[in-house]
């Protein structure tokens, strides 16, 4: 790596936040527990991060689930999925009389 392009990295590297991002913030870990980032090209240290500690992982989750106002019970209890139309319980036999070639129309969408 030449000269220009380990100082480019370098001002890349100490730009970038080494915290966590948690409900809108920047926090230390809990604990202040940090772990290095390893350029796997040359295995040199490029930095110290945040390590998060499952108590960061669960403020994480709290926090993202207050801000969009979701709760266990705000989903109708019979969504499937993004893929609900194309369950095969919703597919429908054509009038085909060959057993061996029936054709499927997928329910309209929207």
Avoid at 33 to 42: A, K, R
Wanted: aromatic share 8%; hydrophobic share 40%; proline share 7%.
């Amino acid at each position: 790596m030449s000269e220009v392009d380990a100082a480019a990295e370098a001002k890349v590297v100490a730009a970038v936040e080494k915290r966590l991002f948690i409900g809108g913030q920047w926090v230390d870990a809990t604990g202040g527990g940090t772990f290095e980032v390893v350029d796997p090209s040359t295995g040199s240290a490029l930095c110290s991060v945040a390590d998060a500690t499952p108590a960061d992982g669960r403020a994480a989750l709290d926090a993202a689930v207050a801000s969009t106002g979701w709760s266990p019970t705000s989903t109708p209890t019979t969504f499937a999925g993004p893929f609900e139309w194309l369950s095969p319980s919703r597919l429908e036999w054509s009038g085909s009389t060959k057993a061996s070639s029936p054709t499927r129309r997928l329910p309209s969408v929207g």
